[in-house]
């Protein structure tokens, strides 16, 4: 018999080839519309062909001025500055070339070694331009409409120039006296240059200010096509790589700029100004810049509104900032030399030492010797820690058994507590049974794994080097700390000293994830703080003669934002009543009332908040305690203080679970002002990739918040020194640095513009950030006249009495 026979003919799908109508549900309809997380329906603008070009020079204040009223009437203008080395520069380098010919002919150094010498300061030399203190303005263009633009050519060396009768000094200070009046300070006029932070540092230069209305079209297409076009990003970390103006132009448009590097080369010259700018081919290159700035202005502002709440945020917020960056990177900070050389050597002596007392430990427990090197990593180092002395490993790095400072910390913690393994952690908070003496955990059945692995640890024996090893950690951490001491914040720091300023100028760029601000070339914002470092690196910074260091910084200020996230009744209450959070955390973390609280308690407490608020967990607590604090903590106490915090603030959890079934649903959050973060990970099948995901989702909200108010303060200080109100003025109370949610200023070391510049600052940061924010902004001042000593304005002020 055949089985098919017994269940009937089978059933067959109907023909592909034949539609079948189906009646659309509603449902299916809606479904159809809805978008996916993160997805916008950009409608990309159509890109009209270019037009025949507009170009020409200015050479007469009458025809500047009758320009600068053409912008007035149109409402915008695209601005660029062209720079070249300054007089000074030229003179200082070509002694500097002739020192390197005279020593090679002398026989001091060899051919090899002057060519080397000159490589290298011929770079330097070349980049002069992009330094306002080494450069200055020898180009201005304008363009009041697409299509169209005026060249200044106010100094160079061949064709014609502004106002040739005219000393070339007077002639750019008319010219930049001119913009100030009709342009930089006329707030309907807005103001659009591509980099607009070059133009800032350039304008401070002069001390002009770029005030009102103004619009980066670099920023406009970065933030737009992260959100738009993400794809199209080369590089995440680094968003403007391969998205300057002239590689955007040719994207967007289809133009093929003038290159500036080809044209120098063309015409075998080193700057700028010594091409002719008053027609030809430096005319076009100067006049491109400003026209194409509009364009782009025109065209991304299409893609900003289609964004919710981006064009408002680019406007008042983003765009704005450049200035700040552009101020804060032209005055930098003054630096110590002297103190800095002492302190560079005191350090290598120390380095030295702990180096040395490595080698004895080897010499006299195995009668070995090695070299050390002047990180501490050599593999004669490792094979002493892990061959001789059996010291457990930590963890692995790509070259084997890692050696770096969590390592470290982690390897000591296994020698105290008789682990081989750094998983046998989770043993240690079990506790032990009765008669544990007796027990063989391997053969009793009535206990768990748990108690299994405790037993086992307690009964193991302590490590036959544990002493040695011990040392050797200990000066190993010593070493590494005087290397990052030296390596990053002396002679990392040193090499960036402005030999014309007497400062170094940190870089900024506002492209990171949260919104907050980064530092580069150096790093500005990982200056040791004075309790992690016994070098005082903070005091390496001073101010002018005649000045003094005025810092002031946001107390609590992400977890006022939390408060205010949340709702949580708790928090909100001891903000506005003055009280203690952190002590209210380790209060309830420890059992005890909050007055029985000591510093430790307070302090784990605290890291425990700032960490909760970010969205993280035990794990990343005891990274944080591992890394910031130099502390090793099991991962259940850093668990309890988790949990503390949890307990203390219910709010808190049930927000994070909010923010992040929000962020599944549109892809994205969203910070105060409207900065908008995607999140293509929320809802990946990858459990760790979705987890990053939601750490992310609870932390933007947050830090991109605080970003953005920090950001909004600044802009408003900015415009305050433009204008001069108050005590707040160019040269007299400078903004010259941002530390996360502290400002640094420059001012007069005058008691009464210090008390004045606290009471105005204050005032624009205590601002309450929207209509009804739950709890007050707090904002402290002090004083210094080394950053590792500042101390209250009060007390400042009773010092100068005594």
């Known amino acids: 018999m055949k089985l098919g026979s017994l269940f009937g003919r089978p059933k067959t799908l109907a023909s592909s080839k034949k539609q079948v109508p189906v009646k659309e549900s509603k449902l299916a309809v809606e479904m159809e519309k809805k978008k996916k997380p993160g997805q916008f329906d950009i409608v990309w603008p159509k890109v009209e062909p270019q037009q025949v070009k507009d170009y020409k020079a200015i050479l007469t204040v009458s025809e500047l001025k009758k320009y600068l009223e053409r912008c007035i009437q149109t409402g915008k203008v695209g601005f660029d500055w062209e720079t070249a080395a300054s007089k000074e520069i030229r003179v200082h380098y070509k002694k500097a070339f002739e020192d390197i010919e005279e020593a090679r002919t002398t026989g001091i150094i060899d051919d090899k070694e002057a060519e080397s010498r000159s490589e290298s300061l011929e770079k330097a030399y070349l980049k002069t331009p992009l330094d306002p203190w080494k450069g200055e303005i020898c180009t201005v263009s304008l363009s009041a409409a697409a299509h169209e633009s005026r060249v200044v050519p106010i100094s160079h060396k061949v064709g014609q120039v502004f106002e040739p009768s005219m000393d070339r000094d007077e002639a750019r200070k008319l010219v930049l006296d001119l913009l100030d009046e009709y342009l930089f300070k006329n707030e309907k006029v807005l103001k659009i240059a591509v980099n607009l932070s070059f133009e800032t540092k350039y304008a401070a230069k002069y001390g002009k200010y770029i005030l009102g209305k103004v619009a980066d079209p670099l920023i406009m297409w970065v933030r737009c096509l992260q959100i738009a076009a993400p794809q199209k990003i080369n590089n995440p970390k680094k968003p ?4 300057g103006l002239k590689p955007a132009t040719k994207e967007i448009f289809g133009v093929t700029m003038n290159d500036f590097a080809a044209l120098l080369k063309k015409y075998k010259v080193d700057f700028f100004d010594e091409i002719e700018a008053s027609k030809g081919e430096g005319l076009l290159y100067s006049a491109e810049d400003s026209d194409y700035a509009v364009q782009h202005y025109e065209y991304w502002s299409q893609i900003a509104s289609q964004i919710p709440r981006y064009e408002e945020w680019l ?4 765009m704005p900032f450049t200035r700040v960056i552009g101020l804060m990177e032209y005055w930098g900070m003054n630096w110590d030399p002297n103190l800095a050389t002492q302190k560079k050597q005191e350090a290598e002596i120390m380095q030295e030492q702990a180096a040395e007392r490595i080698k004895q430990i080897a010499k006299e427990t195995f009668n070995v010797d090695i070299n050390t090197g002047k990180s501490g990593k050599t593999n004669e180092v490792k094979s002493l820690m892990f061959d001789y002395l059996k010291i457990p490993v930590a963890k692995y790095g790509k070259t084997g058994a890692s050696l770096d400072q969590e390592a470290l910390i982690d390897m000591a913690f296994m020698l105290e507590n008789k682990l081989n393994d750094i998983d046998e952690e989770k043993y240690l908070g079990i506790s032990l049974p009765e008669n544990w003496e007796s027990i063989d955990p391997d053969k009793d059945p009535t206990l768990d794994k748990l108690e299994r692995g405790a037993i086992r640890i307690a009964k193991r024996e302590p490590h036959p080097y544990k002493e040695q090893a011990l040392e050797v950690i200990d000066q190993l951490k010593k070493i590494q700390k005087y290397t990052t001491l030296l390596s990053s914040h002396i002679i990392g720091r040193e090499k960036y000293l402005n030999f014309m300023s007497g400062r170094i100028h940190a870089g900024y760029s506002p492209f990171t994830e949260t919104g907050r601000l980064n530092s580069f070339n150096p790093n500005g914002q990982n200056v040791p703080r004075p309790d992690n470092d016994e070098f005082k690196i903070r005091n390496f910074f001073v101010p002018k003669p005649g000045k003094i260091l005025f810092f002031i910084d946001f107390s609590g200020f992400e977890l006022r934002l939390m408060a205010w996230k949340s709702g949580d ?11 203690d959070m952190h002590r209210r955390t380790a209060s309830v973390m420890t059992g005890k009332p909050e007055d029985e609280i ?3 308690e307070r302090t784990d407490a605290k890291a425990g908040n700032f960490g909760i608020s970010y969205g993280g967990t035990e794990h990343a607590l005891q990274f944080t305690f591992k890394t910031k604090y130099m502390i090793r903590k099991t991962l259940d106490e850093c668990a309890q203080i988790v949990n503390a915090v949890k307990t203390a603030y219910k709010r808190i959890p049930e927000y994070q679970r909010k923010i992040v079934l929000e962020a599944r649903e549109q892809g994205y959050v969203q910070t105060i002002y409207g900065y908008m973060r995607l999140l293509p990970s929320i809802n990946s099948a990858n459990r760790r990739d979705r987890g990053s995901a939601e750490r992310q989702a609870a932390n933007t909200p947050v830090q991109g918040s605080a970003a953005d108010i920090m950001k909004k303060v600044q802009n408003e200080i900015y415009e305050s020194i433009g204008k001069q109100e ?23 070391d005058d008691p009464e513009i210090v008390v004045a510049a606290e009471k105005q600052i204050k005032q624009v940061m205590e601002q309450p950030p929207v209509p009804g924010f739950p709890v007050p902004i707090e904002a402290e001042g002090s004083v210094g006249y080394r950053w590792g000593e500042k101390m209250s304005v009060e007390s400042w002020l009773k010092q100068r009495e005594e």
Do not use: P, R
């Open 240 to 243: 403007t790589s391969g998205w």
């Open 315 to 318: 406007h008042k917020i983003e």
């Open 569 to 579: 009744e708790v928090m909100t209450e001891l903000f506005n009543t003055g009280g």
């Open 598 to 600: 000591v510093k430790k």
């Open 726 to 748: 108050g005590v707040l003025a160019h040269g007299s109370a400078d903004m010259i640095a941002q530390i996360h949610d502290e400002i640094i200023f420059e001012i007069d």
